[in-house]
């Protein structure tokens, strides 16, 4: 089996590479950093045997180059039989202050970058009988937050796209589901996230803390999985709790007067 990860070379995209090759599939490292891809696959020789884990240059927004690596992927390393969609950008500010060039490449990585790679990949799973696609989203495409106009409905836009794939491949045996983090410890995190931003996030999710990139390595391993082939179309949220929470102060529920009940 061959699975292809785009952004691996660094945040969620390297987690997830990470854990499948140490699980021995055929892992292909995607991503427009060539450098600090060769630093992640030189990370990973000792970890599984070189023909495991290839590095293939990309930026995911070009139609051209896209069809070309994931040609030189099928000639390297075999048919790909699951997708991980994790390229993506993030550029907070005010939409008054948005530039119309950071609209533009926000949704060309997070969405078209998305569809290009997995129609693709299709062509592999389609002639075989059976993929699996999983596309990372966000919480931002659930719930608006400040700061978040392009790369909030950006998000929102991969979560349409995959049940949109999931109905057209399902006869196909092919799954596509995605899965929207919450908050989690990632160098995007730590570039986009000032102290007040993450103070609010541990402030407003219920399990108080960010994410661990291992809880969403968890969820797309469940997607993947024999288990979750009858699973299509679906967005899986790992976020503590932040998409569904309302009130979370305590002090609400005192009072000097007792509680009545009414039945």
Known sequence: MTMVVTGAASGLGCAIAERFVR????????DRDEQRLLEVRQSLQGV???????IFPLDVTDAGSVAQTFDAIRARLGAITMLVNAAGVADLRPATELPLDVWNRTFAVNVTGTLLCSLEAAHDMRAIGDGRIVNIASVSGLRASVGR???????AAVISLTAHLAVEWASDGITVNAVAPGPIET?????????IARQAYIDHVPAHRYGHPSE?????????????RYVTGQTIVVDG???????????MLQSDRPLRTQL
């Open 48 to 54: 599984a045997d070189r023909d495991d884990a290839e």
């Open 187 to 195: 160098p995007m995190a730590a570039s986009v996230h000032n102290p």
């Open 149 to 155: 106009v392009a790369y909030g409905p950006s998000k």
């Open 23 to 30: 699980r021995r599939l055929r892992v292909a490292l995607v």
């Open 216 to 228: 969403i390595v968890a969820a797309v391993e469940y997607l993947v999985s024999e288990g979750a």
């Open 241 to 251: 709790g932040y998409a569904v929470a309302g009130l979370l102060d305590r002090r």
